[in-house]
């Protein structure tokens, strides 16, 4: 798909549900006594993968795209699966979905695509083998696919190298079913879904700094979930907004929970005019309307504990950036290289081919802005943040911008470039 400097972007805009969040509804609906309705569900292939794994262990989900009924089978209801459950392209779902399998009366295996077979699972491995799950990477790699056999797990006390939400989720859930109470004590806190959500649904979970303890409940409870949109999605009009000369854009319903803001702290830290309206709370999650108006950016240092809060948005603001007055530093971010691509090696690799100046660091990057960017064949590795980031780029840099394997967006945000293309028409 091909991209040009054009009109600025203007008008408001709904973007579709948090992921995180809709993983997390289906899920912990699946296992919940009752029927679960959910609204602002995002209707991307991630999520997607998620309810087709539980409807192969024998749960009722039906899918009227603006409202999802999930009718549990409760915390023991889950049937052994005939098939390999497949993950798709997503971390989340093969993660989270491990800790609900350690505790099953039965086995299953699961797998996801390319990108998934390369994806780091020792980090849940551990933890819950120390439980007392048995797992086993297929090909002894450390990755998927996995052989889960369900077992009676026991509580651990568990300290995590890395400030990681799948992992910390993935040893809550299995937490469920163990014998005593679990705790998860990360180095920086992580976004904090699963322990609102289980909390919504019954759970008793304690939170304090950077751990959480559930204790083992008899049951969970259906209850309603309203979705907020996903501030990663919104990241991208973020950045077209403040970028994109005379753009001024009405983000709507947006997730603004402090585990995840943190691009808004980095984007008003580079001199972004990001206004929020009409915060609100929906389903335990704080929400907001966001106006963001075209600024002049210069650059920042990004590292240490907000990195998780923007863990998924570090492409979108090493594009900015790149437009951006000055140097921007981006440490403490390793964890990039185990996402859906290597997205320092990438972003590295697609800036320097549009003109930017970035030198690629053992945990980050190094941005010097403020050189003029022009077009470039864009490789997305099929990594669907890279290409949005890329389509934003285009919009900006001089001549023509063709990012390849576009398509990809429909992980996260199947209408996006539709979107994009709707605020420069007004
Ligand atoms: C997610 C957590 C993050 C994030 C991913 C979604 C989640 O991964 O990058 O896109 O839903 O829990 P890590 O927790 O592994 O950093």
């Not at 077979?117 to 849940?124: A, D, E, G, N, V």
């Not at 576009?406 to 007004?426: G, H, M």
Request: negative net charge.
């Amino acid at each position: 798909m091909k991209f040009s400097p054009g009109s600025p972007l203007r008008g408001e805009i709904t973007i579709p549900g948090d992921k995180s969040i809709s993983h997390r509804s289906v899920m912990f609906g699946s296992i919940a006594k009752g029927t679960t309705e959910i609204t602002g569900f995002l209707q991307g292939a991630d999520c997607l993968s998620t309810i087709a794994c539980f409807q192969k262990m024998g749960v009722d989900i039906e899918n009227n795209q603006d409202r999802i009924l999930v009718h549990g089978n409760g915390l023991h209801g889950l049937k052994a699966p005939q098939e390999t459950l497949d993950c798709g392209n997503s971390g989340t779902t093969t993660r989270l979905l491990s800790g609900i399998l350690a505790g099953q009366q039965f086995s299953a295996v699961l797998t996801g695509d390319a990108s998934i077979q390369k994806r780091p699972m020792k980090r849940i491995i551990d933890p819950l083998s120390q439980m007392g799950a048995s797992i086993q990477s297929i090909a002894d790699n450390g990755c998927a696919p996995l052989n889960i056999c369900g077992r009676q797990l026991h509580g651990i006390y568990y300290t995590s190298p890395v400030a990681s939400a799948q992992v910390k989720s993935a040893i809550l859930l299995a937490g469920l079913y163990a014998d005593s109470e679990t705790r998860v004590t990360e180095p920086c806190l992580s976004r904090n879904h699963s322990e609102l959500m289980l909390r919504h649904f019954g759970a008793d979970i304690l939170t304090e700094e950077n751990s959480a303890t559930i204790y083992p409940p008899n049951e969970l409870y259906a209850c309603p979930i309203h979705v907020p949109g996903d501030i990663s999605s919104a990241a991208f009009f973020l950045a077209a907004g403040l970028l994109i000369p005379h753009s001024e854009i009405l983000i709507r319903h947006v997730g603004i929970n402090p585990t995840r803001d943190g691009i808004l702290t980095i984007c008003r830290a580079m001199g972004g005019d990001i206004r929020l309206q009409n915060i609100q709370n929906t389903s335990g999650e704080a929400v907001a309307d966001i106006l963001v108006r075209h600024s002049s950016l210069h650059g920042t240092e990004i590292g240490g504990s907000i990195i998780p809060t923007l863990i998924d948005e570090l492409p979108v603001l090493a594009m900015m950036a790149c437009f951006a007055k000055g140097e921007t530093i981006i440490r403490d971010a390793a964890e990039l290289k185990v996402k859906e691509s290597n997205r320092i090696a990438v972003m590295v690799q697609n800036l320097t081919a549009m003109g930017a100046d970035v030198t690629e660091t053992t945990d980050g990057m190094i941005i010097r802005g403020g050189k003029t960017l022009h077009g470039a064949v864009i490789d997305s590795h099929l990594d669907h943040r890279i290409a949005m980031t890329f389509a934003v780029a285009g919009l900006i840099a001089e001549r023509e911008t063709e990012v390849l394997g576009a398509e990809c967006v429909t992980i996260s945000y199947p209408n996006f470039y539709e979107d994009l293309r709707k605020l420069a028409e007004n």
